[in-house]
């Protein structure tokens, strides 16, 4: 491979690079995702007949668990970390269709975690699957992102909370990739049909709306409107100055809060212009443009 394939690949594989215009996943992601999605959900049948129960913890399902070697092969993504990508299982906090972590005992290895008690479709495993595996495909411009850590705001207002982790760098592209899994679904199954007496871009406002369960904008301009000055302390702007990239030194809370809300809102933006762009590449693949 000659210096410019490199760089090309670089370029491909990098979910950050701003001069990558690819709005999905590479096609070994996606043949991973379709590959192991119906193991996932045959396992999920498995575990519902069989009595294996649907509230159970993580070392419930442990023996269950699928190991994927060589993943950063499988999935051709240049500088991958991960050699090992393990599928296992936790249904104890039913708020959370999926999770993506680090191994504890090793650098080589990823975990991605499905919630058997919420995830009861074919299409929502995938859905899921891509944002969690979108996590682990930008583990390492993540880790420079300063990556989202719960146990740090644990006790921070929940509406502080929710904005940080929302608007973390991560977190926005795994919603661009869901969302556009979303899409791809909606028009395979029928259930959005391009309208032809409408213009482009009130067809893109309709999947829009019809992907907001991936998207999430609306729930990310609410959490926004809600972030006032009145619910936030200097530790907390701090920390979502850090996450931010902002320098919260010396600065004033009533300034510091403006920054902040200001780089929130453009990232908010960001994603809707990202997955506008994302859905008018699926159009025009379909011939709609």
Known sequence: MNFTDII????????????????????????????YAPQIFKLFQYFQNNGIGLNGDFDTYWDYRIEIEDFDKK???????????????????????????????????????????RLNTLNKIKETFVHELTHVLDWADAQYEEYYDTNVTSNFNKFVDYA???????ELQARIQQT????????????????????????????????????????????????????????????????????????PLNLLYKQVKIVMNKRINWLEDQIEIGIKEIFTNKGWT
């Open 8 to 35: 090309k690949e670089v370029i491909n594989e990098t979910l950050r690079d701003p001069r990558n215009i690819q709005r999905s996943l590479n096609s070994e992601a996606y043949h991973l995702v379709n590959e």
């Open 75 to 117: 999935v051709g993504w240049f500088g991958l970390p991960f050699t090992q990508l393990t599928l296992c299982f936790d249904a104890e906090d039913n708020e959370d269709y999926g999770m993506f972590s680090p191994a504890n005992d090793n650098d080589y290895e990823a975990l991605i975690v499905f919630n058997p008690s």
């Open 164 to 170: 940080i982790f929302l608007t973390n760098g991560t």
């Open 180 to 251: 556009i899994e979303l899409a791809n679904q909606m028009i395979q199954s029928g259930k959005f049909v391009y309208n032809n007496e409408l213009s482009m871009n009130d067809n893109i406002e309709r999947l829009k709306k019809m992907t907001e369960s991936a998207s999430k904008i609306n729930l990310y301009r609410k959490w926004m409107d809600l972030l006032t000055i009145d619910m936030t302390n200097e530790k907390e702007l701090a920390y979502a100055a850090k996450m931010l990239h902002l320098n919260a030194n010396g600065l």
